[in-house]
């Protein structure tokens, strides 16, 4: 019996993935656990292996494609088998062997399909949303009069808002609450549009010099969500700098002894993110995030640690981070680290953050603004150690921290009195640590 192998959800705000390889073809032999496709969120990337071995006898996705979760993707099965249950009409591989259409017949199916989506979209005044696409408008002020519904049953989802926002169409979050209100209908610009292709301009010799790459999922994702981030936060930076002789006398200490105590391995972002969740439980204005009207105070730590990874920028959140120890916070960080440079992090492990720690210290900036992940109200910088005079002429380390905020959601002074809780905390480390029982100071 013929297996239809289905798109995964990964993560319960995920909608639709897109196709990025395909490592079989048509007519290929496939083993159970082989992988069959790469896909990827706009946040992660995946591998799909077989759930079973045969023969791939049906491919209905192309690479780019964008498939809704739960979709069928392909069939796996025996020569000579029907199908026709399963895949449901002509495939997409098909298709790609059909002669192309005319750009005129591609422009009509297009202005057809957004026909029926403004019209499905809505009931009277009801709007058919999906809670993430909803989210999406609310957050970057997509300019609904452009969406175009292609989700099942005429419902809006995510991709369409997207669709809008890699246009440029921005109307601000009041006309989209409006229009959720039913006070605005949607319509579509698909019929104004013309249906002849434009003609390619002639290649000269100066294009050779450079090449054009599309955006990944997760770079979209990223320059949408920052964008937002700028467009609608009121943010400002404050700097600051501490003492980090002790703080790196402690590092060396436990990188010296610590093997015995499981701390040899502790890095100096591992003692700020040690240190950021103690002061947050201090300071829990910042430990929030603004949801809509409303702000949400969190009663854990749970802070999103910035990874640099080769498909972009991912944070991953260390959840309930106040409640562990130094050595298990630090492999906590190191395990997400690897996942993320792994592409192995579900949406859920990259949600839920009510703080982000992003580091560039380790590459030599010495002061920074960061931009905070919206919808948290704070972001935290850590920035290179450098050599300053004492009054008494000593040289020591000075480590800078960089703290942006939602001035909408934060002022300055509280902002301020975390920050300067911060910097005391991490000038006095071994106090902090032996307050916290997590290293006896006459351990080391």
Not at 6 to 26: D, F, H, L, Y
């Amino acid at each position: 019996m013929a297996t239809a192998v289905i798109m995964p959800r990964q993560g319960q705000s995920v909608e639709n993935c897109i196709i990025t390889s395909w490592n079989k073809k048509k007519g290929d032999r496939v083993e159970a656990g082989e992988i069959l496709f790469s896909y990827e969120t706009d946040k992660s990337a995946f591998d799909e292996p077989s759930p079973v071995s045969g023969t791939v006898l049906e491919i209905m996705y192309g690479e780019g494609d964008v498939v809704d979760c739960l979709e069928n993707v392909c069939v796996i099965g025996e020569e000579g088998e029907d199908i026709s249950s399963v895949v449901g009409g002509a495939s997409s591989t098909a298709a790609a062997e059909a002669k192309p259409e005319t750009a005129e017949a591609v422009g009509e199916k297009a202005e057809a399909k957004a026909v029926v989506g403004t019209e499905a979209a809505r009931s009277g005044n009801r709007v058919f949303i999906s809670p993430r696409a909803k989210n999406l408008a609310l957050s970057t002020g997509a300019d609904m009069s452009k969406v175009t519904a292609s989700g099942p049953h005429g419902r809006i989802i995510e991709r369409d808002i997207d669709r809008v926002l890699d246009a440029g169409e921005r109307a601000g979050t009041a006309a989209v609450e409006a229009f959720l209100r039913g006070e605005e209908l949607l319509r579509t610009e698909a019929a104004e549009a013309s249906p002849k292709a434009a003609e390619a301009p002639a290649v000269s010799a100066a294009a050779a010099e450079y090449t054009d790459k599309p955006l990944s999922g997760v770079r979209r994702a990223i320059s949408r969500t920052m964008h937002a981030s700028l467009s609608e936060m009121a943010q400002l930076t404050l700097n600051a700098s501490f003492d980090a002789t002790e703080m790196m006398s402690w590092r060396a200490s436990l990188k010296a002894n610590g093997e015995a105590l499981g701390l040899g391995k502790i890095t100096i972002n591992d003692i700020v993110l040690f240190a950021v969740s103690r002061a947050l439980m201090q300071h829990l204005e910042v430990n929030s995030a603004m949801i809509g009207d409303s702000i949400r105070t969190y009663a854990h730590a749970n802070i999103g640690h910035a990874v640099d990874t080769e498909r972009g920028l991912l944070v991953p959140t260390l959840f309930g981070a106040d409640k562990m120890t130094l050595a298990e916070l630090s492999a906590a960080a190191k395990a997400a680290a690897a996942k993320a440079r792994e592409g192995a992090l579900t949406p859920d492990e990259m949600s839920g953050g009510s703080f982000t720690v992003t580091n560039l210290g380790s590459l030599g900036i010495e002061s920074f603004t960061p931009v905070i992940n919206p919808p948290q109200v704070a972001i935290l910088g850590v920035c290179a150690a450098v050599n300053r005079l004492r009054d008494d002429g000593s040289v020591y380390p000075a480590m800078g921290l960089s703290l942006t905020f939602d001035h909408r959601a934060l002022d300055g002074a509280p902002a301020a009195r975390f920050l300067h809780d911060l910097c005391t905390a991490l000038e006095n480390f071994g106090l902090l640590l032996a307050k916290e029982r997590a290293v006896p100071a006459a351990s080391l």
